[in-house]
């Protein structure tokens, strides 16, 4: 298998994994013993095929191995030595276990989340802020449980559910795990591992008062709505400055009974008018050291997380699952964690700015054109018309050798 001799360089692929060294994806398969059972298709062979799949769009097995046949003379950069058969895909993605991914995903989190500051996070403060939601991928068929009640026709699908902890600074999912969509999201809060100082930020349907009475004792602090039922004590009103947010309404100190126990916790409860929407929203902290109207901007950057939902869902192929089975499904959702982090350094570096859809795009289009990843991304076109007048230059050249003077 060589490669083509018109071309020259490596092809944007190559380029993009390149950001994953093969030696770190062997230590994490030593770990998790993830070869053991396995004389060709490793770990790096695994990861590599599941990315080109979740970056090239693949909605099958069988598009998978096409596309691999159909580079056939350029597969030699990716370190793929052989062409793995749709049953090898498919009996990998079911025995391999989805830990070897996960790991690979912390890794790399680690490694380049410090690349990805966000401009908006210039205060300090919200330097530890960690933003928690999650989101349901719907599923062809009822491998995990579905919410809700049962069609009248009998056929329900079923719903994975990631419960998700993004850091603010870097816009990137720092925690992931999965879950049947039919769970509740409060249990999972138990699950992570928070760190003094941290500021977390959620919506109501975590709300638990234990949990925020823990918080509290441990100077772990957070931002989140109070439900409408919501049962409090007014220990006093707290002065709103003259130079506050017009649309603090009122900022309260109230004290809440922890349930099943003879436990309270002092809380405050904020109210802002949401004039775009004309509803008011009730904030409950435990964040007595910033104004009230810093706390609603606190609120406000939950919608971060949301976005990073959006592009997922949108840009990678999150509606098509490449096996049947828990593992799979899992597998290929930290491969889009995987490839959607990759973008985000690859974008943090370009000179020009790019929608991430239209980068998808691009990317998904060009996977093995041979050109220069920064080059291409600055100005695409300018470089391909280059290369095209090359490539006519040297067809023409030859031709003109045939017929000498």
């Known amino acids: 298998m060589g490669k083509d001799n018109n071309f020259t360089g490596q092809p944007l692929i190559k380029q ?6 093969r030696v770190r994806v062997d230590s994490i398969a030593q770990e998790h013993q993830s070869d053991r059972y396995y004389k060709k298709f490793k770990t790096f062979e695994h990861v590599v095929t599941m990315l080109y799949a979740v970056m090239s769009g693949s909605e099958n097995l069988r598009a998978v191995v096409l596309g691999f046949l159909a580079s056939e003379k350029r597969l030699y950069h990716l370190g793929m030595r052989y062409f793995p058969k ?7 993605n079911r025995d391999r ?51 809700g009640r049962n069609p009248a026709d009998g056929k329900r699908k079923g719903g994975i559910k990631a419960h998700t902890v993004i850091n603010s600074a870097d816009g990137l999912p720092g925690f992931v795990c999965f879950s049947a969509s039919a769970r509740q999201d409060r249990p999972f809060l138990k699950e992570m591992n928070f760190e003094k100082g941290d500021i977390l930020v959620f919506d109501k349907a975590y709300n638990d008062y234990a949990m925020f009475s823990d918080w509290t004792q441990e100077e772990i602090f957070f931002c ?20 506050s947010d017009p649309r603090i309404k009122s900022d309260q100190q109230i004290r809440v009974k922890v349930p099943n126990s003879e436990k309270t916790v002092l809380l405050r409860r904020i109210e802002f008018k949401d004039k775009e929407n004309d509803s008011d929203l009730v904030f409950l902290t435990n964040i007595f050291f910033l104004n009230a109207d810093k706390i609603a901007q606190i609120y406000k950057r939950r919608w971060q997380i949301e976005l990073v939902f959006k592009r997922l869902k949108q840009n990678f192929p999150l509606q098509y699952f490449l096996g049947d089975n828990v593992n799979a499904i899992e597998i290929q959702i930290w491969c889009c964690l995987i490839a959607h982090l990759l973008y985000r350094v ?5 000179k020009r700015k790019w929608a991430f859809s239209n980068f998808c795009d691009t990317i998904r289009q060009h996977l093995f054109t041979y050109t220069d990843l920064a080059a291409f991304l600055t100005d695409p076109e300018k470089i391909l018309r280059q290369q095209i007048r090359e490539q006519l230059n040297k067809q023409d050249s030859s031709q003109l050798a045939l017929f000498p003077p």
Do not use: C, G, M
């Not at 991914?101 to 990805?116: D, E, G, P, R, T």
């Not at 690859?346 to 370009?350: F, R």
């Open 224 to 243: 989140t709505r109070q439900k409408d039922d919501a049962r409090y004590e007014v220990v006093k009103n707290i002065p709103i400055p003259k130079d």
């Open 346 to 350: 690859i974008l943090n570096q370009t």
């Open 16 to 21: 993009i994994l390149s950001l994953i060294p």
């Open 86 to 92: 749709r049953s090898t895909i498919s009996d990998a």
């Open 97 to 147: 276990n989805s830990d070897v991914f996960a790991s690979l995903y912390s890794w790399l989190h680690q490694k380049y989340s410090k690349l990805l500051p966000d401009s908006r996070n210039r205060f300090d403060v919200l330097e530890r802020l960690k933003i928690i939601d999650s989101t349901t991928i719907t599923l062809f068929k009822e491998i995990l449980k579905a919410a």
